[in-house]
């Protein structure tokens, strides 16, 4: 970065999307719409204004959303700050809509003035050119980051590259531009696309597994074999859905205390670049789920639309969002049947949503129990009240024992008489550990250390890995004969 302390006195115009936002104001405006206005809404917005212009401002009222909270460029707001003590005025002129502009200005309190399109003009590329070249005929440094600024760049007196505008330092050059400064930024870093995809969550397919462990059928590769790239497609698949999850839920995550740290939120990552990795990521997946086992392939189907039915609309119904949490997880082991054809086992599917229950139940409660009661009884982006937690903690308890009593009963009225297993009263180990681990887990959840999704607590704690390796010795010496 070259200094600039010399350049004083002049008047510093910069671009909103992608220069000093990391974001681009439209492309959230349009997912917003879309998961909080009726479709018929949005399409009009978007289909309907008549011009650029008009679908920004019909798309950015219909959101009505604060873009004060969007992530800035640190660096570069540092540095503007500096120009201005030297005596630079600052003025950001944006093809966002003036709303976004506004906010923007009222939330940095840096600017001179801020000017954005107006519903009719919009100020990008040869139109902002022209528009500053009227409004500062003694010239003017101009901040910005994209192919589309080159002919603003070429009007200005002095050039700031931001971003992946670098690459046209040379262009500029050539044509006589002088380049004031160039900072860093653009697109995610490869560690922030792995972030998105949220690969630790991959864990929790392993469940598709449970079937070809509890049929014993790890013994045939074609099965094994068949399992693992099920578990991959349905991982795929499962990222995408995750990253369509960050994307409409933009805007909560700004304003949660870790949330706002997430690619999307941050924006470390465009919502339109997600989006469309994210539409490959399920195609993918499904596609490979298609051509392993059609039946698999429904299922995860069924999933990938529960679950995005979740992240626009059912996750804010209280008790219906744990159910769903639990039939998503039940999902898993039931795709894992149906890919490897085997019977379906009622105490299994009754043995995992009760299961599934109790531990989404633990993490709900453990949130009620943190929430700070400055924000009022209202959970933020939930349908609860803080004054629900001994509902969420008697159901929760309440289902982690029938999970316990379900596990029981087919031990005594099936495991042990389908001759199945080698020494069936080894599988009595499963309902203690599941008994202390239930209990361990509910402490922690009503004490507000639950801080993170249990399956994912559970396996970074050593107690919980400690009653897994028990677990797992116990179902080794039930199907072992000496």
Not at 109 to 118: E, N, R
Not at 401 to 425: D, H, K, N, Q
Request: charged content about 15%; hydrophobic content about 50%; proline content about 4%.
């Amino acid at each position: 970065m070259s200094g600039s302390s010399n350049i004083i006195h002049r008047d510093v115009v910069v671009d909103l999307d992608g220069t000093l936002s990391h974001v681009d104001a439209l492309h959230e405006d349009f997912f917003v719409c879309l998961r909080q206005s009726p479709l018929r809404e949005t399409a009009n917005a978007v289909f309907g204004s008549g011009s650029k212009a008009a679908m920004k401002r019909s798309l950015a009222r219909l959101a009505g959303r604060d873009t004060g909270l969007a992530p800035l460029h640190a660096e570069l707001v540092s540095h503007l700050s500096m120009m201005k003590q030297i005596g630079n005025s600052l003025h950001l002129v944006t093809a966002s809509d003036q709303y976004h502009a506004d906010a923007v200005g009222k939330a940095t309190a840096l600017f001179d003035s801020v000017t954005g399109s107006d519903g009719a003009r919009n100020l990008k590329g040869p139109e902002k050119a022209s528009y500053l070249k009227e409004r500062f005929p003694g010239g003017f440094i101009y901040a910005g980051d994209s192919t589309v600024d080159i002919p603003v760049w070429m009007a200005s007196s002095g050039a700031i590259l931001v971003g992946g505008a670098k690459r046209h330092a040379g262009k500029l050059k050539q044509h006589g531009v002088p380049i004031i400064d160039i900072f860093g930024g653009g697109n995610g870093a490869m560690k922030d696309w792995l972030r998105l995809f949220r690969l630790h969550q991959w864990v929790k397919n392993v469940l598709i597994f449970v079937p070809l462990l509890l049929g014993q059928l790890y013994g045939q590769p074609e099965a094994v074999s068949a399992a693992i790239m099920a578990f991959f497609f349905w991982s795929i698949a499962g990222s995408g859905s995750y990253i369509i999850n960050d994307i409409f839920d933009v805007e909560a995550d700004r304003n949660h205390r870790t949330k706002s740290s997430r690619p999307i939120a941050s924006g470390k990552i465009g919502v339109s670049n997600a989006f469309m990795v994210a539409a490959l990521m399920i195609c993918a997946g499904v596609a490979g789920a298609m051509w392993l086992s059609f039946s698999f392939g429904v299922a995860l189907l069924w999933y990938l639309v529960i679950t995005l039915s979740y992240s626009f609309k059912l996750k804010m119904v209280p008790l219906l969002d744990v159910g769903i949490i639990a039939m998503l997880f039940t999902s898993r082991i039931l795709a894992g049947s149906l890919l490897l054809a085997l019977p379906h086992s009622p105490w299994l599917t009754s043995f995992a949503m009760l299961l599934f229950l109790s531990l989404a139940l633990a993490k709900r409660h453990a949130e009620l129990i943190v929430a700070d009661p400055a924000n009022g009884d209202l959970i933020p982006g939930r349908g609860y009240r803080r004054s629900d937690s001994p509902l969420t903690l008697a159901l929760g308890l309440g289902a982690a024992m029938s999970s316990i009593i379900v596990m029981l009963l087919f031990i005594t009225l099936e495991a042990s008489a389908r001759g199945v297993y080698a020494a069936p009263e080894a599988l009595f180990v499963t309902p203690i550990v599941l008994l202390f681990w239930f209990m361990r887990i509910w402490l922690l959840s009503n004490r507000g250390e639950l801080d993170d999704d249990p399956v994912i607590f559970a396996l970074k704690d050593p107690v919980s890995l400690g009653l897994a390796g028990v677990l797992l010795a116990g179902f080794v010496l039930s199907i072992v004969s000496f």
